[in-house]
């Protein structure tokens, strides 16, 4: 039987795209998969399209600090459908993203390696540490790191002729869509047909042509991973059989450095709760966390955080996210209704929750946690009592991450602040459940989750079954949730 050979005519790849495009960031994990499996068959050249010109055009009052919060709060809603990071918070919005354009075709004058690891650095600054670059010192503070860039040298190109012709040149080849795009029609969410702004016609980004002998083949938008595959293969034929093997996390993290959580499930096929290589340096978004290398790491000035302590942190604001979510659902005369737990109503037990946030900042802080602590933690709203008392927990980790790793004093003895983390995460994750019992809702909640904190909650539990603590283990139904059955071990009926 004879075997199927590949054929050795390359792909030639044209990508559309631009640096603060939230569908575009998205896609980058598909991206990156693509080109490891078949990045020695594919000629692949990025074009800078231009999403954004002038956004203070027509506004006086136009002000990148106020605009950034409604930008982020779009982009959380593409990332409820890619699982990138958005930025949150995000503490500056660019007026254009053409600078930030024409600096991508500067990187580009020293390498094509160069550009796109300098692209990257951009889109990380602005949907993971929440500051969109567009002046040039912006820009070196954003690309400093960055292997094989001399910023001397990008800084001189960036001022020079020749990277605004470049930028140009990309910019016109953009709005020039070819009729595949022109002609799309449909309303699902991220269809990438042809857009027009600022009364100039152009691509979706990202928008990938594939072009082979088998003819011109279109990915536009938001689009499934087998749709470039498809095309590929439709250009090329023969070019996707025997791809390479997808890469072990150090292979991964060797060529890039960088990786989101969505980033690992798909390029790695594993779960970010995986044992990742060593060096690695977790950083809480604000919604879940991305992985740098030692190097990647120490470029962006980022403490030594382990994935560990990351995890803590980010199952921490999770469940606290989880329980606000059905307290701000509590109507005004669901307040003094009986709760699982038979000592508290509805108000008292959302007062506890307020107050276990204020004793991890507390203890983040090295406050004295004196009798008066143990009143009255609600104010005249009590939803906006818990939002403030979370934001609190969430802005003290934040602004000194390393306090995961230090030994905290509180009222029963020392601890570590990610062992606070998950102590309280599981305090929370239960009073999730507790409200949500009351309010009879669903408690269904994410299994990862509720693995993670049951490893510190069972012998926690286990040690501290008592009138005042937990009471003791109940049968869960034969269909429990795993969120239920947590809930029976520590003796909630």
């Not at 990938?208 to 595959?229: Q, S």
């Not at 004196?370 to 709203?381: A, C, Q």
Request: a negative charge.
């Amino acid at each position: 039987m004879m075997l199927e050979q590949r054929t050795e005519q390359l792909a030639e790849v044209v990508e559309y795209t631009d640096p603060i495009c939230s569908w575009a960031w998205g896609t980058e994990p598909k991206l990156r998969l693509l080109q490891w499996r078949y990045g020695d068959r594919m000629s692949w050249r990025v074009v800078m399209g231009g999403l954004v010109h002038d956004a203070s055009a027509g506004r006086v009052d136009w002000d990148p600090v106020r605009a950034a919060e409604p930008m982020s709060n779009y982009w959380r809603r593409s990332s409820a459908y890619t699982g990138q990071p958005y930025p949150m918070p995000m503490r500056r919005m660019a007026r254009s993203t053409d600078p930030a354009g024409r600096a991508v075709k500067a990187a580009r004058m020293q390498g094509e390696d160069v550009a796109g690891a300098v692209l990257r650095r951009f889109r990380e600054s602005t949907f993971v540490f929440g500051s969109t670059p567009e002046c040039a010192e912006q820009f070196c503070a954003a690309a400093s790191g960055v292997a094989g860039l001399d910023l001397d040298r990008f800084m001189v190109d960036l001022a020079g002729d020749e990277s605004a012709a470049a930028y140009q040149a990309d910019w016109d080849e953009t709005s020039r869509p070819n009729d595949h795009v022109r002609f799309l029609r449909g309303d699902e969410i991220g269809i990438g047909s042809m857009k027009v702004s600022d009364g100039r016609e152009r691509y979706a980004f990202p928008t990938l042509v594939f072009r082979g002998p088998g003819g011109d083949f279109t990915v536009p938008g938001w689009m499934p991973f087998d749709a470039y595959i498809h095309a590929l293969e439709s250009a090329v034929p023969g070019i996707t059989s025997d791809a390479r093997p997808d890469p072990s996390m150090d292979e991964a993290f060797a060529r890039w450095g960088v990786f989101t959580e969505q980033e690992l499930s798909l390029v790695c096929g594993v779960h970010a709760s995986a044992a990742l290589p060593d060096g690695v340096v977790a950083h809480f978004w604000g919604g879940g966390l991305v992985y740098f290398s030692a190097d990647e790491a120490v470029a962006r000035g980022l403490p030594e955080v382990s994935p560990a302590q990351g995890k803590a942190l980010a199952d921490l604001v999770a469940s606290m996210e989880l329980a606000f979510s059905f307290v701000a659902q509590i109507p005004d005369d669901g307040w003094f209704g009986g709760t699982p737990c038979a000592e508290w109503n509805v108000r008292a037990l959302v007062n506890h929750m307020v107050g276990s946030a204020h004793m991890v900042s507390f203890g983040l802080r090295g406050d004295t946690i004196g009798p008066e602590f143990y009143g009255n933690h609600l104010g005249r709203n009590p939803v906006a009592s818990y939002r403030e008392a979370i934001d609190e927990v969430v802005g003290l980790y934040r602004a000194d991450p390393t306090a995961l790793g230090r030994v905290l004093v509180l009222p029963w003895g020392t601890i570590t602040g990610a062992d606070l983390a998950i102590m309280f995460g599981g305090d929370h994750l239960v009073h999730a459940w507790d409200v949500a019992r009351s309010l009879h809702l669903p408690t269904d909640f994410d299994h990862d989750l509720v693995a993670r904190i049951r490893v510190f909650g069972d012998p926690y539990a286990a040690r501290t079954r008592g009138p005042e603590m937990f009471d003791v283990a109940v049968e869960p139904a034969a269909d429990a949730s795993p969120m239920d059955r947590f809930a029976a071990f520590i003796g909630r009926r």
